[in-house]
């Protein structure tokens, strides 16, 4: 485990520099590349999110759910179902392009099939939905990162040599250091994240049941 003030320590212990050069600024700057990193070479399971809304009828747009929206990543997949109706839909990911030419007149309404991001914190369906639909969207959204005010996160906590050397990583592009201490840094960092990438995949074994485990005993031939 690693927390901030440790790591803003290693960070200037290991380049052997000091704050008059390394500001907290400058290193702070380091830890967010690092860790913006980190969320797009290894999908994480602290990284899912579930997230709910209702549509409007005749309204194509809605609001992401869910706090902290500027840290959305991707959407995984968006489902819409009817209150009244248990059956749920998958909706297909398109461009703007495509669901203007699919469904150019907004104000006609049909059960929506696709759906394409409009701007940051906004998804916008085609067509546009005739009913007050429930929509639920797995989401990949970054933790808060770590700070002075956030001392600790799940990546310094659980994978604190990931966030380490991808820390140093930044941090010697920045100080122009030795491309052999890079290189090392950046070794150090794929051989850490192949780890935590491992550790992730053990945690997603399938348990029995999905396996085909025997559940239920067979009765036996007789000879």
Do not use: C
């Not at 803003?8 to 600024?25: F, K, P």
């Not at 906004?122 to 933790?143: D, V």
């Not at 030795?178 to 850490?192: C, I, S, V």
């Amino acid at each position: 485990m690693t927390t901030y003030a440790e790591l803003v320590t290693q960070i200037r212990d290991y380049t052997e520099t000091d704050s008059a050069v390394l500001t907290d600024i400058i290193v702070n700057d380091f830890i967010e590349h690092a860790e913006k990193r980190i969320f797009r070479d290894v999908d994480l399971d602290v990284y899912r999110s579930y997230q709910y809304a209702t549509l409007t009828q005749g309204v194509p747009f809605v609001s992401l759910p869910g706090a902290n929206l500027g840290q959305l990543a991707f959407i995984r997949s968006a489902q819409i179902y009817d209150p009244a109706d248990p059956i749920r839909y998958y909706l297909y990911q398109k461009d703007i392009t495509f669901m203007n030419e699919y469904w150019p007149n907004r104000d006609t309404t049909a059960q929506s099939k696709y759906y394409a991001m409009w701007d940051q914190d906004t998804i916008y369906l085609a067509p546009t939905p005739n009913t007050a639909y429930n929509i639920e969207l797995a989401l990949n959204k970054q933790e808060d990162g770590l700070s002075s005010s956030n001392t600790e996160t799940w990546v310094s906590t659980n994978a604190p040599k990931v966030l380490l050397y991808a820390s140093l990583s930044e941090a010697f592009k920045f100080l122009k250091g030795p491309d052999n201490m890079l290189q090392y840094y950046e070794q150090g960092y794929q051989q850490a994240l192949q780890g935590l990438q491992l550790e992730q995949q053990g945690r997603r074994r399938r348990d029995e049941y999905y396996d085909g485990v025997l559940r239920l005993p067979l009765p036996s031939q007789q000879p």
